[in-house]
């Protein structure tokens, strides 16, 4: 009996463990299906969150690609080859033609002591600062419009046809004995041809140089400098060998050398982009404070930029320097300012267009009035000519990067053309103004000197007005 009731418990006890097994098995398999359930849930979540994140990655990468600025094409900073053969033989070129262009007007003031002391000795010097002055303001001005033909033709046209215009015009000069005759071949062909080979060299170099372009632009405006050394020397020794007539027509030839050598090299990068001209083109730049600053700027500068040399020469001689030294005084104010538009390009390229521009300017307007008026002697107006020609250099060649840097590139020949333009209508006005406030006090040239060093150093301020629109007066590289 104890037997059997101790087998019953021992098979009811076997069946309760084996109750409890089957039940602690279910319930481990559920506990393995919630943790399942749970990681299958889990990464469900990872998933959906991951593919949360691409899709917001790439919407953003979509919105950054949508808010990046659209170049249209070939203005890409990066498209721009900054160097090359084919974009230093445009450099070459441009050199070969700024020397037979303001490589000319870099020796005015050979021409005004040539004028008063020769042909047109009864005319006053005022009367015949006009000559230079028109040749000046017409190489300039002209621009307004040859700007635009290059940006509608490039260069293929216009720059054969200045070459043969600019070289006629030195011919026909070599024939001039009257005033009038003067004024037509050297103020007004000459000043015409000069432009349209100018406006080629200047905008085809924008068109190649994008990180570099003030450095290439000041390699290529350096040519006028060597114009300015080598023309002034010329002239000086073959005039009284060969003649006025025959010395023209040697720099005729030159003329027609250099300049038919740059039209096989200068070219635009951007092909032209012919269309009907609007007169509305012109004035819708001066919408832009920047741009208008920046013109008013050059007004100033060129009204009394170009005084030394056309009065240097005729100070000089009035003031007892040696003979033999006078015909080299405008070559050494050259001579310097061939490191004074290289120098400043390259600090431009990397201190900023604009900051570089105002501190030559400044400097500019300084030294006129701190060296000139005081100076008498040999020494101190070699002094000054050597320093002026520095400062003045770097402005010059700075300021179609300056025009460039707030502008759109199509539209570079026009808005140089307008800058140029009004840049030379203080060019015309200022040596005759000059002229006459030297009669006016009788041949001292303390209102000269003044007034050159003022119109500089109001262009200055005008200029840092153009800065100020952009960064206020932040110390910033632009």
Known sequence: ???????????????????????????????QDIKSAERTSIEERSSRDEGSKSDLETGAAAAAAAAAPAFPP??????????????????????????????????????????????????????????TSLQAFLM??????????????????????????????????????????????????CGIGGAAVFNCASNSVITWFFRYRAAALGIVVAGSSVG?????????????????????????FIVLVFCGIACFLVKSRLPPRPKPFHFSELVSSFRDPRFSLVVASNFFVFWGLYLPLNYLNIQAEEQG???????????????????????????ADRAGRFNTSILVAGISGIVTLALWIPGTTTGAILAFGALYGFTSGGFISLTPAVIAQISDLREIGARSGVTLFIGSLGALTGSPLAGAILNAQHGEYLGLKIFNGLTILVGALFLLGARAVQVKFRVVKI
């Open 321 to 347: 320097v040696s003979p033999a030294l006078i015909p080299y005084i405008l070559p050494i104010v050259n001579a310097v300012s061939i490191p004074g538009r290289i120098l400043p390009g390259i600090l």
């Open 228 to 252: 300015g050394i080598v023309l002034p020397i010329l002239m000086s020794q073959l005039i009284p060998k060969i003649g006025f007539p025959w010395t023209m027509r040697l720099i005729g």
């Open 74 to 131: 070939g203005l890409n900073p990066a498209d721009f080859p900054d160097g090359g053969l084919e974009a230093w033989l445009v450099v070459v070129g441009g050199v070969l033609i700024l020397f037979c262009s303001f490589g000319l007007i870099n020796c005015s003031g050979v021409f005004v002591q040539y004028y008063i002391n020769g042909p047109l000795s009864d005319y006053t010097s005022s009367d015949i600062t006009w000559i």
């Open 1 to 31: 009996m104890a037997d059997s009731d101790t087998g019953s418990s021992t098979i009811h006890l076997e069946r309760h463990v084996d109750v409890i097994a089957k039940e602690e098995d279910e319930n481990i398999s559920e506990l």
């Open 140 to 189: 300039t001005g002209s621009n307004l419009v040859m700007g635009r033909l290059f940006d509608s033709y490039g260069t293929r046209w216009i720059l054969p046809i200045g070459t043969v215009f600019y070289a006629f015009g030195l011919m026909a000069l070599s024939l001039s004995t009257e005033y009038y005759q003067i004024i037509l071949s050297q103020g007004i062909v």
